[in-house]
């Protein structure tokens, strides 16, 4: 059985890199799963080659992202590349998870010198303050999965963040934007519509994150708040990705094409260790922010996003 079973995960992982170096746009979820399982089994030379996709699964989606799932896949990547000794390419990763939620620690799996090295790229990203991004024109656009309205600023933190736009009858477009703290960018997309309303203009002039008026209460956010909603968020990805690698066993088990067999054999094993990897990682959040909202002294992250 155990034979088997190993079989299995190495035909899912060689299927997963085939995948990821190919034409097609390579899964973010199959990424994800196959990095998690890689560093598990301490294939860093599997892990590293997963890790390189990362960015190009990121920016060729053609459907909008799921912004839970870009921060984790980030987050995994970063570790695969600290574990490969690659600092460099950990940093750029890790800070890109950062950025995109800075409300989730590193998975436990990865040990506590990977947390600490991610804990400490995390607290220099929240130090840096928010910045805010605004659409006009007519088309979509969505910032790390996040949807923008048109004429209606979102808050985020300062940092690089993944930008994806749609014009009328178009492809998603995307491309990494970085936003230096306390700009307000403006996304001009196609024709500028009448009814769109502009960015309302500051009341007085930025301010560096460290003279912030402490009043301000739209961007600061405790860190058990975000804890509890981060674990929450990804507990949900998990019961919903569990959900679907269910219904996917199902339809193994009554297939008779014996060649749909590895496919089927793949996406089950790939939802399902998604799925526990975000339950796990969700529950240790949701305990630590309640654990943290006992505390009289709780620890109050100010920053827009």
């Known amino acids: 059985m155990m034979r088997v ?20 746009c390579p899964s973010i979820t199959e990424l994800t799963s196959g990095i998690s399982k890689a560093v598990a089994e301490a294939e860093l030379e599997q892990a590293g080659a997963l890790a390189a996709q990362s960015k190009q699964a990121a920016l060729c989606q053609q459907q909008p992202l799921q912004t839970m799932l870009l921060a984790q896949l980030f987050r995994m990547s970063g570790a695969a590349y600290y574990f490969n000794g690659d600092m460099a390419g950990a940093t750029s990763s890790l800070t890109l998870a ?7 620690d590193l998975e436990a799996l990865f ?8 804990s400490g790229i ?12 605004v659409l006009k024109g007519e088309a979509e656009a969505w910032i790390d999965g996040r949807a923008l309205r048109v004429g209606v600023p979102r808050d985020i933190t300062a940092g690089p963040h993944i930008l994806q736009t749609r014009e009328a009858g178009g492809a998603i477009q995307s491309r990494e934007l970085t936003l230096a703290s306390g700009e307000d960018h403006v996304l001009q997309l196609g024709a500028t519509t009448a009814a769109a309303a502009p960015a309302p203009a500051p009341a007085e002039p930025v301010q560096s994150p460290a003279a912030a008026p402490a009043a301000t209460t739209s961007g600061s ?28 066993h199902r339809d193994f088990d009554n297939e008779t094409d014996a060649s749909r067999l590895p496919g089927l054999q793949s996406k089950t ?28 002294y709780g620890l109050l992250i100010r920053g827009r996003w």
Do not use: C
């Open 5 to 24: 079973f190993g079989l299995a995960v190495g035909l899912w992982l060689s299927l997963g890199v085939a995948h990821a170096s190919g034409d097609a």
């Open 98 to 104: 950062a950025s995109i939620s800075p409300g989730e």
């Open 111 to 118: 040990g506590a010198p990977a947390s600490k090295f991610y």
């Open 122 to 133: 995390r607290d220099q990203v929240v130090a840096n303050g928010g910045a805010s991004i």
């Open 221 to 248: 956010i405790s860190k058990n708040t975000m804890m509890l909603g981060g674990g929450g968020a990804l507990v949900a990805t998990g019961a919903v990705m569990l959900f679907l690698a269910s219904q996917s």
């Open 269 to 296: 094993n790939s939802m399902a260790t998604a799925g526990l990897v975000s339950g796990v990682a969700g529950l240790g959040l949701v305990g630590a922010g309640t654990m943290l909202s006992g505390d009289s």
